[in-house]
């Protein structure tokens, strides 16, 4: 399948600015004014290249993270941008249970889904976990000798013992705050979408998130940066 545009959609500056740089991208500013998205630029070989982070909260001086950003941020790059491609690159949480390791990267296969919308009615329980299909990076994986599995989204770094037990329900084996929103509104458009997530901290180990978090960072995020640009190459081919 061959690709023409691809957006690549972002939380956090920080885990963008590796990316920005490994792809020579070229910041533009605004997506679309009044909203926080920031938008860089580029080409690599045939392919148009859009990258948009979900900017700065100026109450909070924060980045926006979460499912909110996330779903903003997606439709107006789709509206801007019209990709025939979208990649959620980011961070997340792994789980040494499922052989997950600091700096591991990850492609999302063959579903991203939500973890802490808890609807248990008829129908709407399902609906609530989403289930969203990605495009098929088992080729991608195989030939780049990345892991892949289940991503599975909440809107909270921490999490409750329902929300494991939820991941562990349909084996997600990823945990993060954005790419389930993401793929809800690639699919509405029917746009192709997978994520690629960096592991920054290990959910069932002693060491409490937030901390393994900030450690590990700017480490992940590089690790993160170098596996964005074997994807491209290997799409670009």
């Keep these: 399948m061959k690709f023409n545009r691809i957006v690549l959609i972002m939380a956090m500056e920080d885990e963008a600015r590796p990316i920005i740089k490994e792809l020579n991208l070229t910041p533009r500013g605004k997506l679309l004014s009044p909203l926080p998205m920031e938008f860089y630029e580029g080409k690599y070989k045939s392919l148009n290249l859009d990258l948009v982070t979900s900017g700065k909260?100026?109450?909070?001086?924060?980045?926006?993270?979460?499912?909110?950003?996330?779903?903003?941020?997606?439709?107006?790059?789709?509206?801007?941008l019209q990709p025939d491609l979208i990649i959620n690159p980011g961070t997340a949480g792994g789980f040494v249970s499922a052989g997950g390791n600091i700096g591991d990267v990850y492609l999302s296969y063959p579903m991203v889904c939500y973890h802490d919308r808890r609807i248990p009615l008829?129908?709407?329980?399902?609906?609530?976990?989403?289930?969203?299909?990605?495009?098929?990076?088992?080729?991608?994986?195989?030939?780049?000798?990345?892991?892949?599995?289940?991503?599975?989204?909440?809107?909270?770094?921490d999490y409750t013992p329902k929300d494991l037990d939820l991941i562990k329900s349909y084996?997600?084996?990823?945990?993060?705050?954005?790419?389930?929103?993401?793929?809800?509104?690639?699919?509405l458009y029917k746009i192709p979408f997978f994520a690629i997530k960096s592991i920054t901290d290990l959910v069932d180990n002693s060491t409490p998130t937030e901390e393994e978090f900030l450690k590990n960072l700017e480490s992940a995020s590089i690790a993160l940066s170098r596996e964005v640009f074997r994807v491209i190459d290997f799409i670009a081919k």
């Design 171 to 187: 084996g997600g084996v990823v945990k993060e705050m954005e790419a389930a929103s993401i793929a809800w509104v690639a699919d």
């Design 122 to 157: 008829p129908g709407f329980d399902a609906y609530g976990i989403g289930s969203y299909y990605c495009f098929d990076t088992r080729e991608i994986a195989n030939s780049l000798g990345l892991k892949m599995g289940i991503v599975s989204t909440g809107s909270s770094l």
């Design 57 to 80: 909260c100026d109450k909070h001086n924060v980045d926006h993270i979460g499912p909110q950003a996330a779903i903003l941020n997606t439709a107006s790059a789709i509206s801007q």
